[in-house]
């Protein structure tokens, strides 16, 4: 018999919601001095710049973890009896966030900018409240809760692909953000498996080298900025889905051909639209 609910701790969640608001407005109207710095990498000059919205992102990033943390840790079968380690819980909304502010930054009006950010503080507070339920399999509401979080690990995957894509820097820049990007979003797809986290590090690291690769190869072709993250997103879906079913024992040559098969489809979509 399934369990009843757990009950989410509102004032618990209000107030990580309201120190993102908090901060979030205080850096609008700060004014923070860019620093950068010029590094040879490879025999080639990088430089590194750090701004108001890097440090606004990196803040929120920081209080939102801090917040899963104190949130989730309110949830009955923490820290003993949870279907995972408590930490794999926190990358969706810390990588949520963080893009959300990076873009709401880019919103040209105040009015846009105040929506967005109410819309950021709604949205986390949901990813938030769907990783409070998925701690526990028995709640009745974990099979869509889990759905849901699956749907947006995929939609930040995107979206992150594509902040990255279109900046059209070098491959060392843009297929180490990707691997970064992708070794996060599949530690949380890939650690529903009842297995270690260990081997769901390995994987998603795995993971993370074959998108990595796959962008630096990508670079040299001549994509608009969608064909290229959605590229880019084909081959994440692919390779976390196959390591995915390894880590189940479910890995064989039907689901190969499944995911081929997959793939070759959306290919022939993306060169239909490029047309």
């Known amino acids: 018999m399934l369990e009843s ?55 929120v990033v920081a209080l939102v973890v801090t917040g899963t943390q104190f949130v989730l840790s309110h949830h009955p079968n923490a820290p003993d009896r949870l279907p995972r380690p408590l930490f794999l819980s926190w990358v969706l909304p810390a990588l949520l966030s963080g893009l959300a502010m990076y873009l709401i930054h880019l919103l040209p009006s105040a009015w846009l900018w105040g929506a967005g950010l109410l819309l950021v503080g709604l949205l986390v507070s949901l990813a938030v409240g769907a990783e409070f339920i998925v701690l526990s399999v028995d709640d009745r509401r974990y099979t869509r809760a889990r759905l849901a979080l699956n749907l947006l690990a995929y939609l930040l995957a995107f979206s992150l692909f594509y902040v990255i894509y279109q900046t059209r820097a070098r491959s060392l820049i843009t297929a180490t953000a990707t691997t970064i990007a992708a070794f996060m979003v599949s530690l949380d797809l890939l650690s529903v498996a009842d297995v270690s986290v260990e081997r769901v590090a390995y994987c998603a690291a795995a993971v993370g080298l074959v998108v990595g ?34 880590l189940l024992g479910r890995l064989s040559s039907r689901v190969l051909i499944e995911f081929a098969a997959v793939a070759a489809l959306a290919l022939l979509v993306l060169a239909i639209a490029s047309r």
């Open 5 to 59: 609910a757990y009950p989410l701790s509102r004032d618990r969640l209000s107030v990580l919601v309201a120190v993102i608001l908090i901060v979030s407005v205080l850096f609008r109207f700060l004014e923070f001095p860019s620093l950068s710095w010029q590094l040879d990498v490879l025999g080639s000059p990088l430089e590194v710049r750090l701004n108001g919205t890097s440090l606004l992102v990196m803040l």
């Open 213 to 246: 690769e796959c962008t630096w190869a990508l670079n040299y072709w001549q994509l608009s900025n969608w064909a290229g993250a959605f590229s880019i997103l084909l081959v994440f879906y692919v390779a976390s889905g196959i390591a995915h079913q390894h």
